[in-house]
């Protein structure tokens, strides 16, 4: 299989990579810095300076776009869409896989979610035009794992260094020391998620993830992992104390029952596996495992 890959270095980027490779698809990667990769084929340029990649694009069998900003600011989403926009002009045939985000499942919530909900939809209209493959639109949960960009705004290592200052974390009602939390999946069985995707037949829109954690799971599991004191707390309105801390006060839930049944990918990464994968790559892993 002929693989044009964006992302390649992001949080789930580089276990996408690795993946392709193990399974032998001949890989073409867009990345502004270029790294040595055997097996693959890569290209220095970015989504406004496709470049040479778009010849990539127009001769493989599947795109699977990750590359993102991750920012709500107004010019790097603007950014996203037209780096999106211009993939989508050299895709002829094969499926599209663009990886979105979870949260929309909460809503527009922000100007990433808002770039987010347009990628989609630019996806569908092209595909809607024909002369294309499947259309495919992964929703993951928060992504949690020891990989190199670990600590890149991502919540585990948030809730690390928070823990590790032995913070306070504040829940807004005892129902939602309960409840609040998300959906997460670990960066070797999103890699996984990717391939199993790649043997769709049915465009769509499909929700991703490994299983679900409150933060107090999340927050005791670090905790009795690493040893750290972190506390909780349960009182209206935001952290106003030295040392308080909270994180997003609501539930996302990823119902994954569609992508699971048809493509019969199973998950194989558990909270606890994940977070010992944080914390063996922090050096702060206790003697004995979770």
């Keep these: 299989m002929r693989v044009a890959l964006t992302g390649a270095t992001g949080f789930g980027g580089t276990e996408v990579l690795a993946e392709f490779s193990r399974r032998a698809y001949e890989t073409t990667a867009l990345l502004r810095a270029p790294i040595p990769a055997d097996g693959v084929a890569v290209i220095a340029g970015d989504l406004s300076n496709l470049g040479a990649f778009a010849g990539a694009v127009e001769a493989s069998d599947a795109v699977v776009h990750l590359a993102c900003s991750r920012s709500s600011a107004e010019n790097d989403v603007t950014a996203d869409v037209e780096g999106t926009a211009g993939l989508l002009a050299h895709w002829k045939s094969g499926s599209f896989v663009l990886v979105s985000s979870g949260a929309l499942q909460r809503g527009i919530e922000s100007g990433y979610a808002l770039g987010k909900l347009a990628g989609e939809f630019a996806l569908h209209l092209a595909a809607s035009a024909g002369r294309r493959g499947p ?10 794992g020891g990989g190199a960009r670990r600590n890149d705004r991502q919540t585990l290592g948030r809730v690390f260094a928070a823990a590790r200052e032995g913070a306070t974390f504040v829940f807004s009602s005892e129902a939602g020391l309960e409840t609040f939390g998300s959906s997460f999946i670990g960066t070797a069985d999103f890699a996984r998620a990717i391939c199993a995707a790649l043997t769709l037949k049915q465009r ?46 609501s539930r996302c839930e990823l119902d994954t029952t569609t992508f699971d049944t048809t493509t019969g990918f199973v998950p194989k990464q558990s909270l606890e596996m994940l977070v010992e994968e944080y914390l063996r790559a922090e050096g702060e892993l206790e003697a004995k495992p979770c």
Excluded: K
Aim: charged content about 15%; hydrophobic content about 40%.
């Design 135 to 144: 259309a495919i639109c992964l929703r993951p949960g928060i992504f949690l």
């Design 204 to 249: 769509g829109d499909f929700n991703v993830a490994g299983g679900f954690c409150t933060w107090r799971e999340l927050i005791e599991t670090v905790n009795r992992c690493a040893g750290t004191q972190a506390q909780l707390a349960v009182r209206p309105g935001p952290p106003n104390a030295p040392g308080e801390v909270a994180l997003s006060q």
